[in-house]
Nanobody, 117 residues
């Protein structure tokens, strides 16, 4: 079984920064692909960034430039650094873990990010 716990969300002013963290509880963390997704009010959950076990990153074109995903395999943790935040970045951010040999993907409980003056 895999458990994911996100932290680091909160209220921030436009132009500010936040760093989210997701702790992975399970086995063979370095073999799992990890991702961050965002679900805004009344919107569908969308990919923000992903990172493979080896450290290769992927960003949708609409997300490039301000967000950076990273991982520390020694700490079983994946991070999302968010800079120059805008009100449209508001939403619940979810951590995701996926593996080609797993029967399903796993999700954390989410952490709320609100960008507002």
């Amino acid at each position: 079984q895999v458990e994911l716990v996100e932290s680091g969300g909160g209220l921030v002013q436009p132009g500010g920064s936040l760093r989210l963290a997701c702790v992975f509880s399970g086995t063979s963390f370095s073999s799992w692909d990890m991702g961050w997704y965002r679900q805004g009010p009344g919107k569908q959950r969308k990919l923000v960034a992903s990172i493979t076990g080896g450290g290769s990153t992927t960003y949708p074109d609409s997300m490039k430039g301000r967000f950076t995903i990273s991982r520390d395999n020694a700490k079983n943790t994946v991070y999302l650094q968010m800079d120059s935040l805008k009100p449209e970045d508001t939403g619940v951010y979810y951590c995701n873990a996926d593996h080609r040999a797993a029967t399903r993907a796993y999700w954390g409980q989410g952490t709320q990010v609100t960008v507002s003056a």
